[in-house]
């Protein structure tokens, strides 16, 4: 009887298994060290753009105030106010967070001056809120801020 002995042998040693493990591990650990970075980043994109949408809401608010023709509303009877607090639609004293209604990470300052001409009102609407980082929420905060020019008609 003669022994049979294959030279080559396919597959893969453990050598190189292991190294490519070891390859692979490294690849995904620094994956993982980004993906926090990453979702604070979507986090803080919705923040800005829900206090967008928030400040402009809040502009169209007085905008239709400036335009209605109910008592105690209309163009003439906008207050010049900085910053505007009371009754809707200028909203409760800066800089509380927690009064927005359903957004208690935001809070919103109008405030109305009187435009270059004496027909028209310049309205600011700026929303703070809180800022997001990799590890938390932070109490100190971002703004956007949005102005108008507001004509009588």
């Known amino acids: 009887m003669t022994g049979f002995c294959r030279k080559e042998e ?3 040693t453990l050598v ?12 995904l650990v620094a994956v993982m060290q980004w993906f926090p ?3 604070a980043g979507v986090e803080t994109g919705r923040r800005q753009s829900t206090a967008v949408f928030l400040a402009e809401q809040q502009i169209e ?4 105030f400036a335009l209605s023709t109910a008592a ?4 003439a009877n906008m207050p010049l106010c900085n ?3 009371g009754a809707a639609p200028f909203g409760p004293a800066p800089p509380n967070f927690n009064t927005i209604p359903g957004y208690p990470e935001y809070s919103r300052t109008v405030t109305i001056a009187n435009g270059p001409t004496v027909t028209t009102r310049l309205v600011r609407v700026q929303v703070q809120y809180r800022r ?8 100190s905060g971002q703004q ?8 009588q008609h």
């Open 144 to 151: 956007v801020d949005f102005t108008t020019l507001i004509a």
């Open 10 to 12: 396919s597959g893969f």
């Open 83 to 85: 910053p505007c607090a």
């Open 72 to 75: 105690g509303q209309g163009f």
């Open 37 to 39: 970075l990453g979702t």
């Open 16 to 27: 190189e298994i292991l190294v490519a493990v070891f390859i692979l591990m490294i690849g």
């Open 132 to 139: 997001v980082t990799a590890q938390s929420v932070l109490t």
């Open 61 to 64: 608010q007085i905008k239709a």
